[in-house]
Structures are given as C-alpha cells and as structure tokens.
C-alpha cells in the first residue's frame, strides 16, 4: 500500500507538484488556456513518442550515452511538435515556442524513462501518457485562473492571431487580479497549489503510516 502511494500520478514522489518537474512550464504556459492547451499537447506528444521510440527501438538503439539519445530524441519530437504547429498557425507556434522548447527538460527530469523501463510497452506508454496528462493539466488548471482574473477572458488555440477568445471583458481588471496575468502572479498561485499539497500530502502520509 505504501509502495502504491509513493508512485501515485498525483501524491507520489516524483508527481508534477511533489518534485516540481516542469515547473517552467507552469509558469511560461499557464498565462492563457489556448498556450496551455498547446503545452499539454507537446507534453503527451513528446513523453509518448520518446517512449515508443526507446522501446521499439531498444535493439537497435546504443546502450552506452542513453543520456545523450533520450535528450536527442525529446528533442527532436518537441522540434517536430513545433514544426508542425508552426505550419498550421505561425502566430501561435511563436507564442509558444519558448515553453515547447522546455518540454523535454520536463520529460527528462522527471526520469520517467527511467522508472516505466521495466514495465511491459503498453503499460510504459499508459503511464508516461497519464503524467504527462496530469502535468499538462495542472498547467491548464493555472491558466483557467489566471487567464478569466488577469485578462478577463478564456481562449482556446486558433484563428489569424494564434488564440480565439471564447469571451472577453473589455473592463478594465482591477490591479490585484491583473497582477495574476503576470509571472508574478502565476509564482504567487503555484506557491499557494504548493502548500495546499504539501498540507494534503502530509495528511495522506499520515493516513498510511497508521494503517
């Protein structure tokens, strides 16, 4: 049971908030839900295609310098993520270039090769597929609260300027809640996730030591 908790997606020690892989990303794509929407694309993208890579390729592939390959290879399927959005909507790659960049520093430090490299293909893609989910998706859980209080609208990716805004308040924000926009804000939020799981994560640990 213990064991179970440890390796949990979300409490576990190597989840997104428990070793803050990927913060970079947090803070870089979480300023609009459309660029956190990209994000959470380039991160299943990446983590998946590195995964099947390694595995299907693992006869062929080096053993020594595995470091250097798994780095060659996130990024190149982050590069390939940014070609390709670049030639369906060249505004949006653009605002998004820079966080796309750091999805492979998020899929290598959160060693989840390491970790899924003795579980059967399909179980190593599920699972390298559900972190990069739950990563992703903290990221757009940001940006659905920094994005309504910080620029009083919501956007999806799309249209000749890279987002398409579903709704807008054209009001002007009232400073504190502007204040949420910036990366500043977006610090100030992560810092509050971090001691609500922290608090939450402790009162787990306590569950489990008792049982």
Known sequence: MKERYQTHLFWGTQAPLSSLT????FIMASGRTAFSLVS???????????IITLFLGKPLLPQKG?????????????????????????LLAM???FFIILTPAACIGSEII??????????????ALLEALVLGGLGF??????EPLGFGS????????????????????????????????????????????????????????LE
């Not at 990927?22 to 990303?25: F, H, I, Q, R, T």
């Open 22 to 25: 990927g913060a970079g990303l």
């Open 40 to 50: 959470l694309g380039a991160l299943l993208w990446v983590y998946g295609l590195s």
């Open 66 to 90: 595995k470091s250097v390959l798994r780095i060659f290879l996130s990024s190149f399927f982050a590069g390939a993520y940014l070609l390709i959005l670049f030639l369906l909507n060249p």
């Open 95 to 97: 605002e998004c270039t």
């Open 114 to 127: 390491d970790r899924v490299e003795t579980l059967e293909p399909e179980d190593a893609l599920s699972r």
């Open 141 to 146: 859980a940001i940006a659905l609260i920094r």
């Open 154 to 209: 919501l956007s999806v990716p799309g249209g000749p300027w890279g987002f398409v805004e579903l709704f807008s308040n054209d009001e002007d924000a009232f400073v504190p809640l502007r204040i949420i926009a910036s990366s500043a804000g977006a610090f100030f939020l992560l810092g509050y996730g971090l001691a609500l799981f922290r608090y939450y994560k402790n009162r787990l640990n306590e569950s489990e030591d």
